[in-house]
């Protein structure tokens, strides 16, 4: 692994995978600028308020965001199994509030699987599906020294296919890119940091 790269994103295609955490909707919205095209996001009604199309706008053009707004969380999941499956969208957000039990977590692996989508659900920390293919957990990082306001810390909670692991990160919102940022004191030419 390079230290400009972290291997599990982007995010597996095909597979539906979790986040939680302080930052999960900033992940979420930088996991669907990765994706490609067209992309869901699925939020329940009771949750008030909706995702903001404008407030995506650092992370991907908000002409691509379709939003759904579902009275009950078997309907979010109605919906958003429905959009995995068509293989229509490249990536399916969907805000989760109540555990999944393992057939839901399956369908909705079985449908991403089939039309070839993404899915990502947001969940609260400690709630998860067996049937995920990786559950991160991401939060803002305070780095006095850098002054940067934009530092994340990503971490793999959950891996099926590989290890689990933390980078420090940083949105370019200029350039639409993620930066893999290095620990202080392990940036090149410090002392102890290789090159």
């Known amino acids: 692994m ?64 379709l939003l759904a707004q579902a009275d009950t969380q078997a309907d979010g999941l109605a919906v958003a199994e429905e959009a995995l499956r068509s293989g229509a969208l490249s990536f399916v957000v969907i805000d989760i509030t109540q555990p999944l039990d393992l057939r839901e977590g399956r369908r909705l692996q079985l449908a991403a699987r089939t039309g ?42 959950k891996n099926k296919t590989g290890t689990l692991e933390a980078w420090d990160v940083r949105w370019d919102p200029e350039t639409r890119c993620l930066h893999v940022v290095p620990p202080v004191g392990k940036r090149p030419g410090s002392e102890g940091a290789p090159g």
């Open 116 to 157: 070839q989508t993404t899915g990502l659900c947001i969940i609260p920390e400690g709630m998860g599906s067996n049937a995920a293919e990786t559950r991160w957990h991401a939060a803002p990082v305070l780095d006095l020294e850098r002054e940067d306001s934009t530092l994340m810390r990503w971490e793999i909670i």
């Open 2 to 65: 390079s230290e400009n790269s972290i291997p599990a994103f982007p995010l597996r295609k095909a597979r539906v995978h979790e986040v939680c955490g302080p930052a999960a909707l900033t992940f979420a919205a930088i996991a669907a600028a990765s994706a490609g095209d067209q992309v869901l996001w699925v939020r329940r009604t009771r949750l008030g308020g909706t995702v903001y199309p404008l407030g995506l706008a650092p992370f991907l053009d908000p002409s691509r965001v």
